[in-house]
């Protein structure tokens, strides 16, 4: 078949020849640049050049569009060329992945190595971090040190992003013996992952006294670890999400009041895990702990997780007794769901908004009642029941979760999924994911498993079911 004239493609109008280029590989994109005028304009529109710019492209590309260019998402081991290359005069944000945190200490720490940033001091406005898999060990006095760093850098940062990456959480912990002395008037919107409910209080005590959004994600949350008595009002706070990891015995004691605090927020989101003395929470208890003291609320979004005892399931209340408590929430797309586990003789209530089920990024503790819809953000779950789960189950969870990359049980079909964790679970459930012929695994996946689980799924490595995906995950397997 011949071959398409390249004038025919020159005559295209600007729209149609810039959808094409965008649906090209970055490196053969910019091959075309010097062929005349109007292809160099098109080229260097902000649609290819906006977001991400290799070190290759640095001396050709870079200086022409140095002026255009708003925003840089780029790894660190690249961000020398980029900044070395020419001055970003319009630049205001700016994202750092892949990071290795010894790296980041030698471009970072030492100020005198840093003379290719020092002239961004007080024009960066919004910084993401993220931190690479070599970094999953990072110890807390590092991240604090980091994240204290971040300020002095550049002292006019209005938005952070100091989250953990989605393989090994990196929680930062600010150490109360000596924490340290962080003070900024211009930040307004940070999100960050802590250790502790005292590290959340620490946040709130004043240091950044016109914050107005906080998104914050919490390892854990315990009376016996906190100490700071701050209960100063909260007047310009005006969005909080918080998201608990385990759960939590003291929703009423900690959460609860810390929320009142916030008198002018309009926009609440709980992701939570609690363990409650007698009732579930349910649309009655939000309305008169929570809505009734917010004033000024405008939206809020939740997905808690509720556990009680209970010696016989009759004494729990129905789907719908709970599903018209939350109409009291003023939201009528609210959905909820009651599990009962015999043997640990506990009740357990799901409640969400639909308003969390189209941003929510984890989804913990799905049962065997998990009604089937699609949750196209969630990118982290995990599965429990004392009921076991079948082929079919596995088949639904991959349908409702597309992008899922992390899991604590098998998970049939996910193209994207890059951790497993199979704590507490049973052989059957790794032979699900370790049979090639039920799951099929495109990444290389980190596991963690029992080793003695492992030997003896995989018949001591010598099972050929599973030899293809124990490779996927870096297992040596023996042929013999």
């Not at 150490?175 to 940070?190: A, H, Y």
């Not at 349910?282 to 009734?292: A, M, R, S, T, V």
């Amino acid at each position: 078949m011949a071959s398409s004239s390249p004038s025919k493609l020159l005559d295209l109008p600007d729209e149609m020849f810039l959808s094409i280029l965008t649906k090209l590989n970055t490196i053969d994109v910019f091959h075309l640049k010097g062929l005349n005028k109007r292809i160099d304009n098109i080229v260097y529109d902000e649609v290819i050049t906006n977001n991400e710019l290799l070190d290759l492209f640095c001396l050709k590309i870079l200086p022409d569009i140095h002026y255009k260019i708003q925003s840089l998402n780029v790894e660190l081991s690249s961000m020398k060329p980029i900044f070395l290359t020419t001055i970003y005069p319009n630049l205001y944000k700016l994202g750092l992945y892949n990071v290795d945190a010894n790296t980041f200490f030698f471009y970072w720490r030492v100020r005198n190595n840093n003379s290719f940033l020092n002239i961004y001091k007080n024009q960066i406005t919004s910084f993401i971090i993220r931190f690479n898999n070599k970094s999953q060990r990072l110890l807390s006095d590092s991240l604090r040190v980091i994240f204290t760093s971040i300020f002095k850098i550049f002292t006019n940062l209005d938005y952070l992003n100091f989250t953990a990456n989605l393989v090994d959480h990196q929680q930062i912990s600010f150490g109360f013996s000596s924490p340290p002395s962080i003070v900024s008037m211009n930040l307004l919107k940070l999100n960050i992952n802590v250790n502790c409910f005292n590290d959340c209080l620490y946040l709130l005590d004043g240091r950044f006294e016109n914050l107005h959004t906080l998104c914050v994600r919490i390892s854990r949350i315990n009376a016996d670890e906190t100490t700071i008595n701050n209960k100063k009002i909260l007047f310009k706070l005006k969005y909080f999400s918080l998201t608990s990891d385990a759960s939590t015995n003291v929703y009423d004691e900690l959460i609860v009041p810390l929320i009142h605090r916030m008198l002018n927020l309009e926009k609440l989101r709980l992701y939570l895990l609690v363990v409650h003395k007698e009732t579930f929470i349910d649309g009655n208890n939000l309305k008169y702990n929570i809505i009734n003291y917010l004033l000024n609320l405008k939206q809020f979004g939740f997905n808690i997780h509720s556990f009680i005892p209970s010696d016989n399931p009759n004494d729990l209340p129905s789907n719908e007794d709970i599903r018209k408590s939350l109409i009291n929430v003023g939201n009528n797309y609210s959905f909820s769901y009651i599990n009962y586990y015999p043997e640990s003789r506990m009740g357990h209530c799901n409640i969400y908004s639909y308003s969390c089920s189209n941003e929510m990024k984890f989804y913990y503790n799905i049962t065997n009642n998990f009604q089937s819809e699609i949750y196209q953000f969630v990118t982290e779950i995990s599965l429990f029941d004392e009921y076991p789960f079948e082929h079919e189950f596995f088949i639904r969870i991959s349908q409702s979760f597309p992008f899922i990359e992390k899991t604590n049980l098998p998970i049939a079909q996910f193209i994207h999924i890059i951790a497993l964790n199979f704590d507490d679970a049973h052989d059957d459930y790794i032979e699900q994911f370790l049979f090639d012929t039920k799951t099929c695994l495109s990444n290389n996946v980190s596991i963690m498993v029992e080793y003695y689980q492992l030997v003896r799924v995989t018949h001591n490595f010598k099972r050929p079911a599973t030899k293809n995906n124990c490779q996927q995950c870096g297992y040596k397997y023996d042929d013999e």
